[in-house]
């Protein structure tokens, strides 16, 4: 049977004393919260007993903070996965008690959107979303500010000028960066290259075709670029225009699906048995992807961090909701993963 987690465990793992231990467990003297931060760290991780008592002990100070979140697609596992490390976000926040309220659209229209906005800022401080930039959209986002309500943009930007924040990957770059790659692992003397864009009002779509067009304009021009693909960010789409693109395009070498949807050309790829014949570059490490890289149907996955994002914007959140007259707009930019077969 394993031993018992002790106080002289949680001392030594902590880096502190057990004096010190001993004042964060019983309260008898302030202790600075960062200290008592590292001590219920230590106990969470060692499976201490009392792990629930440190924690109301660490956190009891906090003021309350209402968060809502706005996302897409619940049945994606990427927000999933931003779902979860969202809340996981919120209960670690040192600086209050959060008490999300995350929602998804359930459609992409402007209506919509403004409807789930404005019934997340019923009951919340700050909201976050993910969305596309429709001028309806903006409108509502700066109403909300002038009620004291920010709006920070995740993912891919929106209402610029009068969302608080934006929280995401530099998108530019991420789609010259899909380019380089797809010109260094295709054929060097060239042939046909595709983007697949979910929709131009998704403002970080917008930003990654152009970086991917003018890489090639600028750094290879011995690629001809075809006719960017609209899919809507859905698998049935995606996955009939993939089938399509290597019907009509023989000469195809590579394409990069800059937002959803990728499973339906993942889908095809496979039907089509074209493993390691294409340089494709899709978005977010999901199962999906990561059973690609292995079978070496996708080339590179690029990845959001979503795990520091989510912390980066609840702070963000917190602080615009603890310091409501400052108003300075402005964004964030994340380091993205590269995820190859070797990686994962």
């Not at 991780?45 to 903070?65: I, T």
């Not at 996965?81 to 008690?97: F, M, R, T, V």
């Not at 960066?177 to 260094?184: D, K, L, N, V």
């Not at 046909?192 to 779509?205: E, I, N, T």
Request: overall charge negative.
């Amino acid at each position: 049977m394993a031993r018992r987690p002790t106080i002289r465990d949680l001392a030594d793992v902590s880096g502190v004393s057990l004096a010190t231990v001993d004042r964060v467990l019983n309260g008898r003297h302030a202790v600075r919260e960062e200290t008592a931060r590292r001590v219920y760290e230590a106990a969470e991780s060692l499976g201490y007993h009392a792990v629930s008592l440190l924690k109301q002990r660490v956190f009891q100070d906090r003021p309350s903070c209402r968060l809502g979140f706005l996302l897409q697609r619940p049945n994606q596992s990427f927000y999933q996965s931003l779902s979860k490390e969202i809340e996981a976000a919120s209960a670690g926040n040192a600086e209050a008690k959060i008490i999300p309220q995350i929602e998804f659209a359930t459609s992409a229209t402007p209506a919509a959107i403004v409807e789930k906005l404005y019934t997340l800022a019923n009951r919340n401080q700050a909201i976050a979303m993910v969305g596309p930039d429709y001028p309806v959209v903006a409108t509502a986002v700066e109403e909300l500010r002038e009620r004291g309500i920010p709006v920070f943009s995740i993912l891919s930007d929106l209402a610029g000028g009068v969302r608080r924040g934006y929280i995401g990957l530099n998108n530019s770059k991420v789609g010259r960066t899909a380019a380089w790659f797809i010109s260094r692992t295709a054929n060097r003397r060239g042939g046909k290259v595709a983007c697949f864009v979910g929709s131009h009002r998704y403002h970080g779509h917008e930003l990654r075709e152009i970086g991917f067009r003018s890489f090639f304009r600028e750094n290879a021009p011995q690629f001809e670029l075809v006719e960017t693909v609209i899919n809507l960010e859905t698998v049935e789409i995606t996955h009939e225009a993939t089938i399509n693109l290597l019907k009509e395009h023989p000469d195809l070498v590579g394409f990069y699906v800059s937002g959803g949807g990728m499973e339906g050309a993942i889908t095809a790829l496979r039907e089509e048995g074209t493993a390691g014949k294409l340089a494709i570059v899709v978005n977010e490490l999901t199962p999906e992807s990561r059973a690609a890289l292995t079978d070496d149907i996708v080339t590179m996955v690029v990845g959001t961090p979503i795990g520091p994002l989510c912390t980066e914007l609840v702070e963000l959140m917190v602080t615009s909701v603890r310091e409501p007259t400052e108003q300075i707009s402005s964004q964030t930019f994340l380091p993205f993963n590269i995820h190859v077969s070797e990686s994962v």
